[in-house]
């Protein structure tokens, strides 16, 4: 089965620093890969390029067997991406948010529906008409995942989903990772949460300085033992 | 003082480039060689409304005193040199954030143009009497006065504007002023009020050190550098009570629900909604938008204006419009921008949205002036006088709007315009950006108002067209240079950050 994501000799440079160096991914349908790293390890900047937000320097990217260089606009028609930091219009509402997102990728009947049982099962319904702005960290991460679902995506990439989210929160991301799985989508999940990581995905790839170093079952990463594992790998 | 100058040498340091640093100290080099320009060309004047402009001194220095207050009031007590979420984790004490906000009060064209015109004023009714350099002291002193007063007068509104209470007095205080306002012109009683002006007695202080009449001179200069200290303990103290204040004021904003509306027919009707709400749900915006588009109409109108000076108001305050986000667009956005770069449209899309909402605004704004401002002009217009106010609206929407748009793309920045002292930029590039949009938006309106003058239409027509062409091949430049890939991440990864 061709891999939903799919990454070459992706490189990434800003002058002279290099965030991705030469990046080998892949992604099945129906698979979750945790990225893992240190601060710095061009998980979020992999995540970008991805997501059609950042052209890459060097190297491929494909998003269903698409180019995201050279057909941006149909890669981003298959993909839901929350960003790692904001992703939030601050003085729109998550009705507004969702509304936009449904417009520009021509979400036809049904999407309200959808969208409310999306609010109502991340606890953001009462929130549902009042501007981002006023959010907490928690709330805007949990919004930023209901807007990467939304449209049932071909790849899911979540950016540090869990970070500063409630347990039940946490839980209804989890789920949702699932139901995308069960349904063929390819998941890239990047977060510093071990545990978190291991309980989403099957695998888990370790960068360090924009290049995989390891790449292993993500069961193998549970526990103490995983932890430490996990720990040696960033050193 | 020790916080406040390591909050100037950290700005200084954060100013990267090199022309950058060299442009900022040619402009702080510059002040007191206007002062002393301003001094001389008053000086050099021809005397022959000498006695006129005696006369309409205290006005001017009235004139000054308003715009001391409003300008704070309208930044939400003053300009900061650096936004509050970036001084979090320091203890800065609110004397520093006082006198941070005097300190970048000249950074505002509007002040700075005003107080030269006091110095030549001064300088002016002086004449070749040997005290000038005295009367030139009280001028100075009654300058820090008034920003001062006018800086701790604004922090004292923005304090109670933090509770409900506080907000409905605020209004009420503001209806009761426009009503006296309008009263006054209404009955024709404007002379009457200026003629008891309450900075006669400075302009008579100036006047004495200018005929060296010593003693008179010092009682009133050092009674208003009494005043000045007695100004500076307040507003430092008014200051301190209006950050201590709970602000429930942009909680408030922020916990309201907003209505929910039918999805918008295409993307860029889409887009552009969100763009207007972005706008009108930020404090700042809104109350700058209100107090540009209102103030300088109705200034405008109380005075009576003749149409060909008439011109000159929308053509500054399309500059104003440009200024309140305009010069970075895309900062309305936020950390959203990543999202909404993550969505399939077409990239022109975004940008056409922005350029719509900003054209909305600035022509909007410039629009709303000319109409408030030729309700009490002098005479029924002629064909000339319409057309010259007509095509400078739209002469320099186009000229400001094209100038927005590239200065957006080019000098992208992250700026929250959240909270009533945001600004789309640090103090000293909105400086640069003021200059450089009121400049040309005042030689278009003295251009349209030579026009007016001599009564020819068709040449104003004619300039209209050109301008506008102008401008929009310049917006169609930047718009195609949105198209590159590299270009729209450079710009979404400033604005997003932070």
Known sequence: MPAQVETRGLRVAFGPVVAVASLDLSVQPGTAVALVGRNGAGKSTTLRVLAGVLPPTGGDARIAGIDVARDPAGAKAQVGYCPDVGGLIPRATPWEHLQLAAKLRGLRDGWAERATALLDRF????????????????????LSVVLAVLHSPAVLLLDEPFDGVDPLGAQATLDVIAEARAAGAAVVVSTHLLQLAVEACDEAVVLRGGRVVAAAPAAELRGEAGERRYRSLLA | MTQLLELVRLRWRMVRSERVRFGLALL?????????????????????????????????????????????????????????????????????????????????????????????VTSFVTGDRPGLGLALVTTLVYVALVTVAGQGVAWLIIGARQSATGRRLVWTLAGAVAAVVVLVVRTHAGYAVLDNSPTTPVVSTALDGAAERG?????????????????????????????????????????????????????????????????????????????????????AAGAGLEWESLVVVPALVTAG??????????????????????????????????????????????????????????????????????????????????????VSLTHPRHALLRGGRD??????????????????????????????????????????????TLSVVSLARSIRSWDDPCERARVVAAVSSG
């Open chain 1, 123 to 142: 606890d953001l319904l009462g929130a549902a008409d009042r501007v981002t702005a006023g959010f907490s960290h928690g709330m805007g991460r949990r």
């Open chain 2, 28 to 120: 702080a080099a510059l002040i007191p060689g206007l002062i002393c320009g301003a001094v001389i060309a008053g000086q050099l004047a021809p005397r022959g409304r000498s006695f006129d402009v005696t006369v309409l001194a205290p006005t001017a220095f009235l004139g000054f005193a308003v715009l001391s207050l409003v300008a704070p009031l309208a930044a939400g007590g003053g300009n900061e040199l650096f936004p509050p979420d970036q001084l979090t984790p320091f203890p800065i004490r609110p004397s520093t954030e006082f006198a941070a906000s005097l300190l970048v009060a000249p950074l505002n064209l509007a002040w700075m143009s005003q107080a030269l015109l006091l110095f030549g």
């Open chain 2, 215 to 299: 003693a008179r001179w010092l009682v009133g200069t050092a009674q208003l550098g009494g005043l000045l200290v007695i100004a500076y303990l307040c507003g430092q103290r008014a200051c301190a009570w209006a950050l201590r204040r709970p602000g429930d004021g942009q909680r408030f904003r922020e916990s309201r629900t907003h209505r929910r509306r039918l999805p918008a027919p295409g993307p860029v009707r889409a887009l552009a909604r969100v763009d207007r709400a972005g706008v009108w749900r930020s404090s700042p915006l809104r109350r700058g938008l209100l107090v540009l588009t209102l103030l300088p109409g109705f200034v």
């Open chain 2, 321 to 406: 419009a440009g200024l309140l986000f305009g010069v970075n667009v895309f900062c309305l956005d936020g950390g959203g921008a990543t999202w909404l770069a993550s969505l399939p449209h077409q990239p022109r899309h975004a940008i056409m949205a922005k350029t719509l909402v900003l054209a909305e605004t600035i022509a909007g704004s410039g629009l709303i002036a000319a109409v408030a401002g030729s309700l009490r002009a002098e005479h029924p217009p002629t064909l000339a006088d319409l057309t010259a106010l007509l095509g400078c609206v739209v002469s320099c929407s186009a000229v400001v709007l094209a100038t927005c748009v590239h």
């Open chain 2, 423 to 468: 600004t789309p930029a640090p103090p000293a590039a909105m400086a640069v950006y003021s200059v450089r949009l009121a400049t040309v938006t005042t030689l278009i309106g003295l251009l349209f108002g030579g026009v007016a003058h001599a009564g020819s239409a068709s040449v104003a027509a004619v300039l209209t067209l050109g301008l506008t």
